[in-house]
Nanobody, 115 residues
Framework: QVQLVESGGGLVQPGGSLRLSCAAS????????MSWYRQAPGKEREKVAT????????IYADSVKGRFTISRDNGKYTVYLQMNSLKPEDTAVYYC????????WGQGTQVTVSS
């Protein structure tokens, strides 16, 4: 069955960096676009970034353009989100997502940006 397992979250100071990872299994990883979403307390879940199956196309939310980079390693069935110049408003639970026969989500990883 499809499994998505995020890791790499934590507490970081404003201006710092984190790299999130999402290990996938149970489907033909390289043939599916992958996305990162985030949800802050009291707010709706929002799409942060998407990468095509081959990795050649990436799309970002305006709020993270120029600061976040999505990438993937199809040999390792893993998608990454490199987050630089973090701001307090980036604080959220970050989720990995794939649309297969239905929507699949990971369990989420907490990112807290605070001094």
């Amino acid at each position: 069955q499809v499994q998505l397992v995020e890791s790499g979250g934590g507490l970081v100071q404003p201006g710092g960096s984190l790299r999130l990872s999402c290990a996938a299994s149970g489907f033909a990883f390289s043939t599916y676009a992958m996305s990162w979403y985030r949800q802050a307390p009291g707010k709706e879940r929002e799409k942060v970034a998407t990468i095509s199956g081959g990795g050649g196309t990436t799309i970002y939310a305006d709020s993270v353009k120029g600061r976040f980079t999505i990438s993937r390693d199809n040999g390792k069935y893993t998608v990454y989100l490199q987050m630089n110049s973090l701001k307090p408003e980036d604080t959220a639970v970050y989720y990995c997502y794939v649309q297969g026969s239905r929507d699949y989500w990971g369990q989420g990883t907490q990112v807290t940006v605070s001094s």
